[in-house]
T-cell receptor
């Protein structure tokens, strides 16, 4: 079974709709992240959380919100989706083991906003 | 603000040839990561470079880090088709943002016969 899972894997929605993307992990990591990927722009950080009570904005948080329901769960919400939020969204986790802080990525959610 | 730039962004190689992907970053950091992404797939960790002069090798890929020049390289030796993918470097922030990564734009590598 995958260590980092994301649901849904694909979603098509309409402008103005509220949508939630969910991420779960079984790695036992404290740190979780949400990124979006757009062609030619690499990955950009939306929000990150270093533990259940810690939520921080990333580079492009406008239009998004998050919830850290438990150590293993980190959800991303689009309150009112717009077409330029069409992208591939990745959740990632990391921990402090060995000072490496390697981030491990989920399979991604492809979101299309019409 | 930390900026990370990769070049080239597109790389078309013949099998058997060597080439290097460059990753430049704008502010001091002591941790740099290389990831691979196959089309339609997630990101897979390749290397973690934790200090100046660090060199890591896995198969036909070798990564190095020069923190003074703020430069990392990913060298490909005798390319094979299976190396075709997008390669990202990512640089870790320090201070209160410790653990955050800033990614380069990615280099799309195509290896052809």
């Amino acid at each position: 079974d995958a260590d980092v899972t994301q649901t849904p894997r694909n979603r098509i929605t309409k402008t103005g709709k509220r949508i939630m993307l969910e991420c779960s992990q079984t790695k036992g990591h404290d740190r979780m992240y949400w990124y979006r990927q757009d062609p030619g722009l690499g990955l950009r950080l939306i929000y990150y959380s270093f533990d259940v009570k810690d939520i921080n904005k990333g580079e492009i948080s406008d239009g998004y919100s998050v919830s850290r329901q438990a150590q293993a769960k980190f959800s991303l919400s689009l309150e009112s989706a717009i077409p330029n939020q069409t992208a591939l969204y990745f959740c990632a986790t990391s921990d402090l083991a060995g000072g490496r802080h390697t981030q491990y990525f989920g399979p991604g959610t492809r979101l299309t906003v019409l | 603000e930390l900026k990370v730039e990769q070049n080239p962004l597109f790389l078309s190689m013949q099998e058997g040839k060597n080439y290097t992907i460059y990753c430049n970053y704008s502010t001091t950091s002591d941790r740099l990561y290389w990831y691979r992404q196959d089309p339609g797939k997630s990101l897979e960790s390749l290397f973690v470079l934790l200090s100046n002069g660090a060199v890591k090798q896995e198969g036909r890929l070798m990564a190095s880090l020069d923190t003074k020049a703020r430069l990392s390289t990913l060298h490909i030796t005798a390319a094979v088709h299976d190396l075709s993918a997008t390669y990202f470097c990512a640089v870790a922030a320090g201070g209160t943002s410790y653990g955050k990564l800033t990614f380069g734009q990615g280099t799309i590598l195509t290896v052809h016969p």
